[in-house]
């Protein structure tokens, strides 16, 4: 964590990037990030034990133990579902059905260091974009024990959460090698082949690389220079359009002919809803249907969104962000200048960013939000 840059300056990150933390700032900061695992590990831990659950874990336990098992080229030459191409994906499965003899231990096991190791590079984002042990530590935190977080850990053959770590150890990388000193386009080529290997495993981890260009732009745009070599930008966007073309080619061979078509605009603006919505939820939207009897999103009917809805509710969503911003003008244009501005303004588009192949792909609203960015 040596190339930290103070959270209320514009200096150059290279500038400190020989500063080296204090071995009581690093014990500080090993001591926080190992309480939030063991807060987050605690609701979890009972998971392992659990048989498995849902259609999804039956139908992959049962492709691995037989069409895998006899053939496991399969994994790399047939399709993942109708429309999906997901090699690593059923890899994992493939290996962790055989390393746990069948037995749903192993898969709940893998998804939970999986989602411990999520928290912990959150809290070294958090480290990294603030310089603050509470930042960090509050931000793995939340999102470890997020209700939303546990589908993505109870469902035995859902590889979410290793695809999350690969999106997290990508966009790490990539800060890190623009903030580095040394070993910059090293650094950027790992963090690329991290986004490729997430990529294989979960399509929409290609936002991975639109958050390593958004860091990018923000960081020149509000500096007012480029902190890095044009072969670091050409490097990025050069392995960026490669890892994209690997797999539209590996498609192609598969999937002949077969592509995954946009959704609607209206069901766009009803999952960018129900996403914003079950976010904001304290509750998992599958304990609110059981405890309230709330709709389930998936049962929420699409054909019940007017245009005259969206209209209003854009209207609506205008008119509040309108607001806000005129409410806290002042602190805006106070703060606009500022490094820690930057940063929450970068973690907001992530966030946009790390759900919109979801929003743009996905016809119908998924049951819950699974583990994302």
């Known amino acids: ?34 309480v939030v695992l063991f807060v987050v590990s605690i609701p979890y831990l009972q998971l392992t034990k659990a048989y498995f659950v849902g259609y999804d874990d ?44 069948g037995s749903p231990m192993a898969f709940r096991a893998r998804n939970l260091f999986f989602h411990l190791l999520n928290c912990a590079l959150l809290f070294c984002l958090g480290m990294v974009l603030f310089d603050s042990i509470f930042m960090g530590a509050l931000g793995a935190a939340l999102f470890g024990l997020n209700p939303l977080a546990h589908q993505a850990v109870a469902g035995a053959v859902m590889t979410n959460t290793t695809a ?7 966009v790490v990388l990539g800060l890190w090698s ?3 000193r040394e070993h910059q386009r090293r650094l950027l080529m790992l963090a690329i082949t991290a986004a490729w290997i997430g990529f294989f495993m979960y399509e929409p981890d290609v936002a991975a690389l639109g958050i390593i260009f958004l860091y990018f732009a ?3 745009l509000y500096s007012h220079r480029l902190r890095v070599r044009m072969s670091w930008v050409w490097m990025l966007i050069l392995l960026s359009t490669a890892v994209v073309t690997s797999m539209v080619v590996a498609r ?42 709330t709709p389930l999103v998936s ?75």
């Open 178 to 180: 623009y903030r580095a």
């Open 218 to 220: 923000l960081d020149s």
């Open 164 to 170: 999350a770590s690969m999106v997290l150890i990508a």
């Open 58 to 101: 039956f139908n992959e336990v049962h492709r691995a133990a037989f069409e895998d098992t006899r053939q496991p080229t399969r994994i790399f030459t047939t399709k993942h579902s109708a429309t999906k191409y997901r090699p690593l994906n059923r890899g994992i499965n493939f290996i962790s059905f055989h390393l746990g003899h």
């Open 252 to 293: 192609a061979f598969v999937l002949p002919g077969v592509y995954q078509p946009a959704a609607s605009f209206a069901a766009m603006a009803k999952n960018t809803g129900l996403y914003i919505v079950a976010l904001l939820l304290p509750v998992d939207p599958l304990l609110a249907n059981q405890w309230f009897g």
């Open 1 to 34: 964590m040596g190339n930290i840059l103070p959270s209320n300056s514009l200096r150059d990150p290279q500038d400190v990037a020989g500063a080296r933390p204090s071995k009581g700032h690093f014990l500080k900061c090993i001591f926080a990030l190992f």
């Open 299 to 373: 049962e929420v009917p699409l054909n019940g969104i007017s245009w005259g809805l969206i209209a209003i509710a854009f209207v609506c969503g205008v008119c509040l962000v309108a607001f806000v911003l005129f409410a806290f003008r002042r602190q805006i244009r106070r703060h606009a200048s500022s490094l820690s501005f930057m940063h929450g303004t970068f973690l907001l588009g992530a966030a946009c960013l790390s759900i919109l192949p979801l929003l743009v792909f996905n016809e119908i609203g998924r049951a819950s939000c699974r583990e994302r960015v």
